[in-house]
C-alpha cells in the first residue's frame, strides 16, 4: 500500500511492472546460460584453478584481474559458465 501511495499507482500496476522486470531479467539470464554453455561446446574454458585463485583474492587487499580465456590453454570444470557473468559486457 505504502509504494502505491508513494508512486501514485495501484498495487495491480506495481505487481505488472515487478513480473515484467522479472521476466526480462529471466530471459537475460537464460540467454547468457545459453551463450555460456555454447563457451563450453567450444572449449572456451578457463582453468579452476585461475578461476579459484581469482574468487579467493577478492576478499584481499589486491584482487586478481577476472581470469580470460587463452586459446592455447587447457581449461577443465563450467569456469566459463561463472565467469560469463562477470565480463565487462554483462549486464548483471
Do not use: C
Amino acid at each position: 500500500d505504502g509504494m502505491a501511495q508513494r508512486l501514485e499507482r495501484s498495487k495491480n500496476w506495481i505487481v505488472k511492472q515487478a513480473l515484467q522486470d522479472w521476466v526480462l531479467q529471466e530471459e537475460e539470464r537464460y540467454r547468457m546460460t545459453l551463450e555460456a554453455l555454447d563457451d563450453v561446446d567450444n572449449g572456451r574454458l578457463i582453468d579452476h584453478d585461475a578461476v579459484t585463485a581469482w574468487a579467493d583474492s577478492l576478499s584481499t587487499d589486491k584482487p586478481l584481474p577476472v581470469p580470460l580465456w587463452k586459446p592455447d590453454a587447457s581449461a577443465s570444470g563450467w569456469a566459463a559458465v561463472v565467469l560469463s557473468f562477470f565480463r565487462a559486457d554483462s549486464p548483471l
